[in-house]
């Protein structure tokens, strides 16, 4: 399915979704370009039964989503009914329709059971490495365009903002709110009610992993009609990899390997041939992660899975100490 899960389709989805399984693997991929050469040990697991718990947690406050439950043993199981971390998830499928040639006026005329073609992003902070930043140094969108009068690293919002980009695409792109809301043919009032969705799922987000003494800084979800034309949260939430954490200022997510990529001569390359015609095969293959390196990211991503879900599934140390550690490793 992607570079980082896998997808087994047990019934299509038509005009009424079909029934699959997500296989969250051990892959990782950063800056659009695919699987990485290594492997984090365990990522999969964490990451699955993370967004397992997540997504109990908002049904459990009425939000719709399309989990349908964990996989063990070949059988359907909630979260509270597991003992060790499981790394597939039974899901509602819907179709992805994907646009042709950019022409995005099919969604226009589908009237429920798709994938909407946008990434629903929310930031609640502005740190360091924010493509917001970088967006607003380049002239593509200013400040107030999200009702602030300036943005600058390491601010803290007093309340959340709401930004789009493409799904579908190859290199995601973002986009107005008026370019979102035509992109996916919503009505005005469907439109404003996916951005109080995206709200709504953030302040559930920051009050679980408050409780582990994690910030969350920003995140996305990805969101789909089901038949009846109603909201349902697709694909995971509320895992490192769909999130910014961070503890006491150190990143606790994906972003940290993106920080350790972003110090190498490759992703000099992905920067100069990001976007063009065959630019993967031109920045050549990254390097891999030393040692000590991606076993602290592995106990990352278990310790976070511990602390977050509050039961202890991985032999790993207390996410306060691995986060210790890697300061060190990475300085």
């Not at 593509?140 to 365009?145: A, G, R, Y």
């Not at 999130?243 to 993106?258: A, H, I, P, T, Y």
């Amino acid at each position: 399915m992607g570079s980082v899960k896998d997808l087994v389709v047990i019934k299509e989805p038509k005009d009424t979704p079909g029934v699959g399984r997500f296989l969250f693997s051990d892959r990782y991929s950063v800056f659009d370009y695919g699987e990485m050469p290594d492997k984090i040990d365990d990522k999969g697991k964490a990451l699955c039964t993370v967004s397992a718990y997540f997504f109990e947690r908002l049904e459990e406050e009425g939000i719709k989503t399309h989990y349908i439950g964990l996989v063990e043993d070949d059988k359907v199981k909630k979260f509270d009914e597991i003992e060790s971390p499981i790394n597939v998830m039974e899901i509602k499928l819907v179709r992805v329709v994907k646009p042709a040639n950019g022409d995005y006026s099919i969604f226009k005329s589908l009237t429920g059971n798709f994938l909407i073609p946008l990434e629903i992003i929310y930031r609640n902070s502005i740190p360091e490495g924010s493509s917001l930043l970088r967006r607003i140094e380049r002239g593509e969108v200013k400040p107030q365009d999200f009702g602030l009068d300036r943005v600058e690293p390491n601010m803290k919002l007093k309340k959340p903002i709401v930004d789009f980009s493409t799904k579908l695409e190859d290199v995601d792109r973002y986009l107005s709110y008026n370019e979102a809301k035509e992109m996916a043919g919503l009505a005005d009032e469907e439109f404003d009610r996916l951005k109080e969705l995206v709200i709504e799922v953030d302040g559930l987000i920051t009050k679980e992993v408050g409780k582990a003494g994690l910030e969350n800084e920003d995140g996305k979800i990805e969101v789909a009609f089901d038949e009846s034309r109603n909201f349902m949260v697709v694909d995971a939430v509320g895992t490192p990899d769909e999130c910014r954490f961070s503890m006491n200022g150190f990143e606790v997510s994906k972003e940290l390997l993106r920080k350790y990529y972003r110090k190498t001569e490759w992703y000099e390359r992905v920067k100069a041939y990001k976007g063009k015609e065959g630019w993967r095969e031109a920045v050549g293959v990254p390097p891999k992660l030393p040692d000590n390196v991606r076993e602290g990211v592995s106990n990352l991503y278990r310790a976070f899975c511990n602390e977050v879900t509050g039961k202890q599934l991985f032999d790993a140390p207390k996410l306060k100490d691995v986060v210790g550690e890697l300061k060190e490793v990475l300085g």
